[in-house]
């Protein structure tokens, strides 16, 4: 006899409204598993318009009573946010042994291994496909099919609001503001969008690659975090003459001395680099391992369809038993990412000078950056610009972050330097 699961489902934006709408179509999606039927529901408001009826399913003011219902097999958790009602209710969960699925990047950045100690504990599958790339399936990749492999590093595109602002900047010479606000008109951007143009929504989700593809617990406080806020359409003019295109990125690796680097940052690719290529609200994730050198996805990271496909591909794990580890390893033994030596991480970067158009200030600047054991790799000089400003453009070839810093720092004081230099790092090949 087929097996019926009841879904509780909390939070119903954009997410759990299309989640909603495909079991209502489409319960059978997994018939080895039975058949998945939403029971439950909560949400902030019951009465605002839905375009499906909220009244076919049994109404919950609190998400940790629908957590707990008896009519809840699998707990579904879309509301969002690190802490108050989501973490509160997951835990409602997991401590009755219920299996739980989550679109919640802030919750498994910041709270997985307390989580996943007590998934642990009750043998409660805690599964969030849909946390990380939306539909494209970078979750299970390094849970399950990169488990015979080493991992050595994974980079990509994680946040579709920012790839969409620099595409639109570079293609049509758009303003910040302007295409931000499309892009929360769009559904692309978080309810508080610093959490995307800062880079805190990609650090979260490289956070969790990170803990899955090296075996840590997530330690988001130890991500280095650099939004977009001050990437200028001068900037993406300027990459684009050098060949380049500006993309954040984010990145996971091994260090040297045994932590995990974790960072998002601006970063320049040449224009032919697949993360150049990958425009729009579009995903892309590189994953390197020891012995498969490398792999590429992309795919959308966001949007109603998508993540509510992931979360059914997180049903169908629970409902066929298909459960690992929610991190690699037993909860217990899982260890932080530890420190890293920063400054000694070498790369290129692209710097922007703006200097008084005068006698020497070329001289000045490349005189201060040979003192300080800068290689210079290609040089751009613009007209003036306006009122005496002439914007210095250069590449680097590879340095240590430390020496870098220590350039700008130096270069900042120079008389003939107006404005604090513009770092962008360039991205490896
Ligand atoms: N605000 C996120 C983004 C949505 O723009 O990628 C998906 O997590």
Same mark, same amino acid.
């Given at each position: 006899?087929?097996?019926?699961?009841?879904?509780?489902?909390?939070?119903?934006?954009?997410?759990?409204?299309?989640?909603?709408?495909?079991?209502?179509?489409?319960?059978?999606?997994?018939? =080895?598993?039975?058949?998945?039927?939403?029971?439950?529901?909560?949400?902030?408001?019951?009465?605002?318009?839905?375009?499906?009826?909220?009244?076919?399913?049994?109404?919950?003011?609190?998400?940790?009573?629908?957590?707990?219902?008896?009519?809840?097999?699998?707990?579904?958790?879309?509301?969002?946010?690190?802490?108050?009602?989501?973490?509160?209710?997951?835990?409602?969960?997991?401590?009755?042994?219920?299996?739980?699925?989550?679109?919640?990047?802030?919750?498994?950045?910041?709270?997985? =291994?307390?989580?996943?100690?007590? =998934?642990?504990?009750?043998?409660?599958?805690?599964?969030?496909?849909?946390?990380?790339?939306?539909?494209?399936?970078?979750?299970?990749?390094?849970?399950?099919?990169?488990?015979?492999?080493?991992?050595?590093?994974?980079?990509?595109?994680?946040?579709?609001?920012?790839?969409?602002?620099?595409?639109?900047?570079?293609?049509?010479?758009?303003?910040?503001?302007?295409?931000?606000?499309?892009?929360?008109?769009?559904?692309?951007?978080?309810?508080?969008?610093?959490?995307?143009?800062?880079?805190?929504?990609?650090?979260?989700?490289?956070?969790?690659?990170?803990?899955?593809?090296?075996?840590?617990?997530?330690?988001?406080?130890?991500?280095?975090?650099?939004?977009?806020?001050?990437?200028?359409?001068?900037?993406?003019?300027?990459?684009?003459?050098?060949?380049?295109?500006?993309?954040?990125?984010?990145?996971?690796?091994?260090?040297?001395?045994?932590?995990?680097?974790?960072?998002?940052?601006?970063?320049?690719?040449?224009?032919?680099?697949?993360?150049?290529?990958?425009?729009?609200?579009?995903?892309?994730?590189?994953?390197?391992?020891?012995?498969?050198?490398?792999?590429?996805?992309?795919?959308?990271?966001?949007?109603?369809?998508?993540?509510?496909?992931?979360?059914?591909?997180?049903?169908?794990?629970?409902?066929?038993?298909?459960?690992?580890?929610?991190?690699?390893?037993? =909860?217990?033994?899982?260890?932080?990412?530890?420190?890293?030596?920063?400054?000694?991480?070498?790369?290129?970067?692209?710097?922007?000078?703006?200097?008084?158009?005068?006698?020497?200030?070329?001289?000045?600047?490349?005189?201060?950056?040979?003192?300080?054991?800068?290689?210079?790799?290609?040089?751009?000089?613009?007209?003036?610009?306006?009122?005496?400003?002439?914007?210095?453009?250069?590449?680097?070839?590879?340095?240590?972050?430390?020496?870098?810093?220590?350039?700008?720092?130096?270069?900042?004081?120079?008389?003939?330097?107006?404005?604090?230099?513009?770092?962008?790092?360039?991205?490896?090949?």
């Amino acid at each position: 006899m087929t097996r019926v699961w009841k879904i509780g489902v909390a939070g119903l934006g954009t997410v759990g409204g299309g989640l909603i709408k495909y079991l209502a179509e489409f319960p059978d999606f997994a018939p =080895a598993g039975g058949r998945a039927v939403v029971t439950g529901v909560c949400a902030r408001s019951r009465s605002r318009p839905r375009d499906f009826d909220v009244k076919a399913y049994a109404w919950h003011d609190d998400p940790v009573e629908l957590a707990k219902s008896p009519e809840t097999d699998i707990f579904v958790e879309l509301i969002g946010g690190s802490d108050g009602p989501a973490k509160a209710s997951v835990e409602a969960a997991l401590a009755l042994g219920k299996p739980v699925v989550t679109a919640n990047k802030a919750l498994i950045a910041e709270h997985g =291994a307390e989580l996943a100690l007590l =998934a642990e504990k009750t043998g409660a599958p805690l599964l969030f496909e849909a946390a990380v790339m939306g539909g494209t399936p970078a979750v299970k990749l390094l849970r399950e099919a990169m488990v015979g492999d080493e991992v050595i590093s994974v980079a990509g595109i994680l946040n579709g609001t920012c790839n969409y602002i620099l595409t639109e900047m570079e293609i049509h010479e758009r303003a910040f503001g302007d295409v931000l606000a499309e892009a929360q008109a769009k559904g692309y951007a978080e309810a508080d969008p610093t959490m995307d143009i800062g880079g805190f929504d990609a650090a979260h989700k490289i956070t969790i690659l990170a803990a899955l593809a090296f075996g840590r617990a997530p330690s988001y406080a130890a991500a280095e975090i650099e939004g977009v806020e001050q990437v200028e359409l001068l900037d993406i003019r300027l990459a684009r003459e050098l060949g380049y295109r500006i993309r954040l990125t984010a990145s996971a690796e091994k260090s040297a001395d045994g932590g995990v680097s974790v960072r998002v940052h601006p970063a320049l690719a040449p224009i032919a680099h697949p993360l150049s290529q990958t425009v729009g609200a579009t995903n892309a994730l590189f994953i390197q391992g020891k012995k498969i050198p490398k792999i590429f996805i992309q795919g959308p990271g966001a949007g109603e369809g998508p993540t509510a496909a992931a979360c059914c591909a997180d049903i169908a794990d629970v409902m066929t038993g298909a459960v690992r580890p929610v991190f690699q390893r037993p =909860a217990a033994r899982l260890q932080p990412f530890g420190s890293v030596n920063a400054d000694g991480r070498v790369g290129r970067v692209y710097l922007r000078v703006m200097v008084k158009d005068e006698a020497g200030a070329l001289a000045a600047v490349t005189e201060a950056l040979a003192e300080e054991g800068v290689s210079i790799d290609s040089f751009l000089q613009k007209p003036v610009e306006d009122e005496g400003r002439v914007p210095i453009v250069l590449t680097t070839h590879d340095v240590a972050e430390g020496k870098i810093k220590d350039a700008v720092e130096r270069l900042a004081g120079l008389p003939q330097v107006l404005e604090s230099p513009r770092l962008i790092r360039i991205a490896r090949p």
